[in-house]
């Protein structure tokens, strides 16, 4: 994270959400935390219990035009190509070494899994951390040409901040991998990898070269995404959250999850709907689709922040 100017200091501590426009969404926050973190209130929650956890894509940073660990892998692809000479007539390896990437993500999930095991395998943990840490210092986003890591939302990384500040413990529940985010979320979020929870792939123990190793296997973990996201925050913490933070139906459960439990709670959805500043998408969206949990927020009362109205700026950098 860039380090404040004075300046910045001090409107940060007059309004911690200086990004954020005075509206209903900045309001049902800042009342939120007053009344779970003052002694004197009903609703007090003590600092252990002050659970947060954050969606990553389109939630804390964007996930258009794909999401950037797919980028990441399709970038792997090219670069291991040399090596497995029978992708030249293997889907969905072919169609993208024709350059051909829709035909190559036509199979859905299953072409997208397969990418994602063959590029994230075959290594030992801490060499595909270096992978990954290696690509996200030097790889830029293909519309803005930014570092992945700019492409961060400034009110989000304000609000992580707040939080903290107010003794909430700030966690990520994400589908994307743990060892592809732990890298480098301590440095643009200030979340340690201890507090990343993500989808994953099995590893095995073994002495590799005389060392202790823990190597990648070519099949999939766990999936922290839809159901799967109550199910890793519990395992990964033991505690349910009292407030969550997603933009899609891939977060519906864990917010499902977080309001199910007692005393006062906190939902929020960022809803992308600012196509100058940054993309317009939801309902019919293969990427961060936003329908079920739409719906059921506006049902529930839960708050939908309204990117084009709520957000002063979208990145630190300003907008796409």
């Not at 290696?134 to 040409?145: E, N, S, Y």
């Not at 961060?288 to 739409?294: E, I, N, Q, T, V």
Request: overall charge neutral; proline content about 7%; charged content about 25%.
């Amino acid at each position: 994270m860039l380090l404040p100017t004075r300046a910045t200091a001090r409107r940060a501590a007059s309004d911690p959400l200086s990004s954020w426009n005075n509206t209903a969404s900045k309001k049902a926050i800042l009342e939120f935390v007053d009344k779970v973190t003052r002694r004197d209130s009903p609703d007090f929650v003590p600092e252990e219990e002050r659970i947060a956890t954050f969606d990553n894509d389109g939630t804390l940073w964007a996930e258009q035009p794909m999401y950037f660990q797919l980028l990441f892998a399709l970038n792997r692809v090219m670069l291991l190509a040399p090596l497995h000479p029978e992708w030249k007539e293997k889907e969905p390896f072919a169609s993208l070494l024709r350059g051909d990437v829709k035909a190559a993500l036509a199979g859905g999930e299953p072409a997208i899994t397969e990418i994602v095991i063959a590029t994230h395998a075959g290594m030992t943990n801490e060499e595909f951390e270096q992978i990954a840490r290696d690509w996200i210092a030097k790889a830029r986003h293909p519309i803005t040409g930014r570092p992945y890591t700019e492409m961060v939302y400034q009110p989000m990384l304000e609000l992580v901040a707040y939080l903290r500040a107010k003794g909430f413990k700030t966690f990520i529940a994400s589908g994307g991998g743990i060892e592809f985010m732990r890298p480098w979320t301590e440095k643009v979020y200030g979340i340690p990898p201890e507090n990343v929870i993500g989808s994953s792939a099995k590893v095995k123990f073994e002495i590799r070269d005389g060392k202790p190793a823990l190597m990648r296997l070519p099949e999939i973990n766990f999936i922290n995404d839809g159901p799967g996201k109550p199910v890793g925050i519990n395992e990964h913490i033991g505690r349910r959250p009292i407030a969550a933070f997603g933009n899609s139906d891939g977060d519906l459960q864990m917010l499902q999850w977080t309001m199910g439990g007692s005393g006062l709670r906190f939902a929020l959805i960022v809803h992308h709907t600012d196509a100058e500043r940054e993309w317009a998408y939801d309902r019919n969206s293969s990427i961060g689709r936003l329908d079920k949990a739409l719906d059921e927020a506006r049902a529930k009362g839960w708050t939908v922040v309204d990117m084009k109205s709520d957000w002063k700026t979208i990145f630190p950098f300003g907008s796409k």
